[in-house]
């Protein structure tokens, strides 16, 4: 056990730090639930590609920098540190990305990894559909093969950016005749197909970013298959535990937020207004959490550079950082007091950062990616052994 | 960077999970209960065997010259157990204590004792009057005013005081200060009872796992075999939500744990934020698998000859041990609002 960094590591922060100091935006950019947003947080990820600083644990030749996941954790505490932007490519980059990278061909990770990396070609989600949540082997959307296409019909839903990205991935069912976790094939759909429609649902935060999609005899080539076909849930669940539960939410997301809620908290008692005594130790709670959550990222990663996999345990992630995320926001609010009802620009509101917002996202932290129940039954089943029926 | 424990390290685990799980089984656990003084020379001599009182002991001096990070993981083993004898205070506590206490000659002659298993140590803990297994010990390390003193168990009054978990043997001790030998004073002895309380708590932290994964465990297996409506009660979400929420605690507390271990065994700045830390998160997770346990096992949990009572009972007193999670909380919180002990993001910035 050696929990100090070597020379090389310290060198790399401290690259990533100058870099992201001189580069990242000073300003907060628009939301990327919006169409201006989004775009803007384009730019900047069209900057970071540039500076090298994209895809940090990814290969040189698909935009990245060859790095490993202990250089990655790095990166993210100093881009978390210097306050740059959400990335906007997250499910392209740290869901679909790995994927490719394990199960593409040669044509494909050429094809799709840089303008990934670049953020050229944004990515949404295509799991869930109307009548395929919780229960995701149950979906209909059927891709049937027609000469050198499939012919995609049917819906999606709950795709995040859904409303402005270029691609989507999903599962779709090949087989007609099949059922649950058989017959599906796991496509990558270009957006503008003929035949698709996109349309955005308004989110809880009044925007409307995430979308549901339709799919009337779309035509997609079938270079685009991912994986063999009618092993699309084998595709999907190879990675799910892999990278999925480790780089979707990087630990220094939380510390940040930690170390600000320990700010707050702070400001709030000094100002002299009333605080409820309890909160003293929810907020000392908060950031004793986020830190065991860091410190089981770098227990995980360093396991992973040992040779080691991530299987179910994934699911502990999930919970932990989602149920944490909820309560440091919502201890916020408390501190916050009656200027937690008002939005960011109202005169009394003061300076309330984001914590109204990030309540908002965090409120969907225990449904996104599997719901925490779905995770609580994987932990009892899959980790402790507890019969299923 | 590298947050790992060592094939060597995982090997004395295994070893030290083998021999309790010969040595020591539920049974032999109870059958102390209701002997004289429940402690076992015989099985001290065993342990001793396997090198467990003298692990921080130097090679010099007879021990196996290993620290903190070694340990966690061999009292996880005897946290999962239930083993009470006194490791804690004679071989992480009490040894480090000795070590450092600047009186060389006198350590040197307990530190060889206690490797080759002959001197118990009691020590006696900054936040509570108790004092366990005063009665066995050879040496009890006491605070009087501002000084730490070595009293032979011959010098001092002890008076029993029954403890809820019948593995342990609780004392009050008094001790005529003035004619006891002085182990240090003034800030030295503040230093090395700061010392002492965070060895102590991070002792507990890691028994509190292995009592916490062992309830766990009984649970599992107990709601496996349990038929209600024609099904497993373990079939049930409600049940299985419970015991997966108990998992989770449990591998958060555990990464606090090793971090704590690591901070002591290298003296960190930020040691005794982490130690409250790991003593805070590994004690909530016990306190909640004993709760938790006790409701999925029903009426027969409830009853005194089901054994899940001797690990509920070793949470529960663990967490009064070298400081409570409330008085560890206090702590964390003084560490982050008002500039009391250091108290640093892992990682986020160079540490020095």
Known sequence: ?389 | MEFNFTEDQRLLQETVRDFLAGECPVEFVRGQWETETGRSPEFWAKLTEIGVPGLLVAEEHGGLGMNEIDFVLVLEEIGRAGLAEPVVPTAVVGVPLLRECGDDGFAKEWLAKIAAGEAIVAVGQPASPLVPEAHVADLLILRSGDALHAVPRAAARLTAQPSNDPSQRLFTVEFDAAGARVLARGADADRLEAAALDRGALACAAQQLGACDRLIAMSVDYTSQRKQFGVPIGSFQAVKHHLANLKVALEYARSHVERAAHSVAHGARTRSTDVSMAKIAAGQAALDAAEVSLQVHGALGYTWEQDLHVWMRRAWTLDLAWGSTAWHRARLQEALFDGGLPAESFGFSPRA
Not at chain 1, 104 to 131: C, D, H, I, Y
Not at chain 1, 180 to 200: A, Y
Request: proline content about 5%.
């Open chain 1, 1 to 389: 056990m050696e929990l100090t960094y070597t020379p090389e590591q310290e060198a790399f922060r401290k690259e990533a730090r100058t870099w992201l100091e001189a580069n990242a935006p000073r300003e907060k950019l628009p939301s990327f639930d919006t169409k201006e947003g989004f775009e803007a947080h384009r730019e900047w990820e069209k900057k970071l590609h540039a500076g090298g600083f994209a895809m940090v644990p990814w290969p040189v030749e698909y935009g990245g920098r060859g790095a490993n996941l202990l250089e990655w954790l790095i990166f993210e505490e100093e881009y978390y540190r210097a306050g740059a932007p959400g990335r906007v490519n997250q499910n392209g980059i740290f869901l679909l990305g790995p994927t490719i990278m394990e199960v593409g061909t040669p044509e494909q990770k050429k094809r799709f990894l840089p303008k990934m990396a670049s953020s050229e070609e944004v990515w949404a989600q295509g799991w869930s559909e109307p009548n395929a949540g919780s229960d995701m082997a149950n979906i209909q959307a059927t891709a049937i093969k027609d000469g050198d296409h499939f012919v995609i019909n049917g819906q999606k839903t709950w795709a995040s950016r859904g409303a402005f990205a270029h691609w989507l991935f999903g599962m779709f069912r090949s087989d007609p005749d099949s059922s649950r976790h058989k017959g599906l094939t796991f496509i990558l759909v270009p957006l503008d197909t003929p035949g698709i429609t996109v349309r955005p649902i308004e989110k809880l935060n009044h925007k409307k970013a995430f979308a549901e999609v339709f799919f009337d005899d779309a035509r997609v080539p079938i270079e685009n298959q991912l994986g063999e076909e009618g092993k699309g849930w084998d595709v999907a669940m190879a990675t799910a535990g892999f990278e999925r539960g480790l780089m979707l939410r990087s630990p220094a997301r939380f510390q940040d937020t930690a170390r600000k809620l320990v700010e707050l908290y702070k400001q709030t008692v000094a100002s002299g207004v009333y605080v409820a005594p309890e909160l003293r130790d929810t907020v000392a709670r908060c950031w004793m959490d986020a830190e065991a959550y860091t410190l089981n990222t770098y227990q995980t990663v360093s396991r992973l550079l040992a040779g080691g996999k991530i299987g179910a345990e994934a699911s502990l992630n999930k919970i932990f950082w989602s149920e944490l995320d909820l309560k440091m926001h919502d201890t916020a609010l408390k501190l916050l007091g009656h200027r937690a009802e008002l939005l960011p620009g109202a005169p009394a509101a003061g300076d309330v950062g984001e914590w109204l917002d990030g309540y908002i996202f965090a409120l969907a932290g225990p449904i996104y990616a599997g719901t925490n129940e779905i995770q609580r039954n994987i932990i009892a089943e899959r980790i402790l052994g507890m019969p299923r029926k």
